[in-house]
């Protein structure tokens, strides 16, 4: 089975605090995400990446950064913390197989106060 | 413009009833369609798939789902629901630009016993 890890299922940071996010996957997919989730307005995409060191925007990048230094590894980063980066965040996973189903991790929620 | 609509917000069904889920799509060539479900505080976990073939997809839990090419559609189905159906139910389909899924905003379920 294709196993996603996040670092944390819960974490409370300060505005201001730079925060890293942190997932990881077993299955060496080519392809990885970072969402983040809030009520009514269901999943954003924040960036992917399709290879190491290679990374793509999505929808709402602002605010955030990523690293893909190896394959398995793909790191969400928040340089300084702000309220309205409070949410649950979900990483996926996917290989580059023309289908492209999406492998969660569990999520992690977020307080920034 | 490609896109995935899930037109209920929530939907409520009281337990044993038959429940339907709806979503429909706009892509460019061969719908790969997904249904996902989450439950509180989780990440997403994946219930079926179409890619090809039978318009009738089996899936997790007893779930299926109909794919419907002239209507565009690929609504989500039980026979009998359980109160621990009760869920949030994102659909998605394949981006046929790349590998990205394009998600519905998600639709509550609510299984009363």
């Known amino acids: 089975d294709v196993k996603v890890t996040q670092s944390s299922r819960y974490l409370v940071k300060r505005t201001g605090e730079k925060v890293f996010l942190e997932c990881v996957q077993d299955?060496?997919?080519?392809?990885m995400f970072w969402y983040r989730q809030d009520p009514g307005l269901g999943l954003r995409l924040i960036y992917f990446s399709y290879d190491v060191k290679m990374k793509e925007k999505g929808d709402i990048p602002e605010g955030y950064s990523v690293s893909r230094e190896k394959k398995e590894r793909f790191s969400l980063i928040l340089e300084s913390a702000s309220t309205n980066q409070t949410s649950m965040y979900l990483c996926?996973?996917?290989?580059?197989?023309?289908?492209?189903?999406?492998?969660f991790g569990p999520g992690t929620r977020l307080t920034v106060t | 413009a490609q896109s995935v609509a899930q037109p209920e917000d929530q939907v409520n069904v009281a337990e044993g009833n038959p429940l339907t889920v709806k979503c429909t799509y706009s892509v460019s060539g061969n719908p790969y369609l997904f249904w996902y479900v989450q439950y509180p505080n989780r990440g997403l976990q994946f219930l079926l798939k179409y890619i090809t073939g039978d318009n009738l997809v089996k899936g997790s839990y007893g779930f299926e789902a109909e794919f419907n090419k002239s209507q565009t559609s690929f609504h989500l189905k039980k026979p009998s629901a359980l109160v621990s159906d009760s869920a949030l139910y994102f659909c998605?389909?394949?981006?046929?630009?790349?590998?990205?899924?394009?998600w519905g905003a998600g639709t509550k379920l609510i299984i009363k016993p």
């Open positions: 998605a389909v394949r981006d046929g630009r790349n590998y990205q899924l394009i």
């Open positions: 299955m060496d997919h080519e392809n």
């Open positions: 996926a996973s996917s290989s580059s197989d023309g289908i492209y189903e999406q492998y």
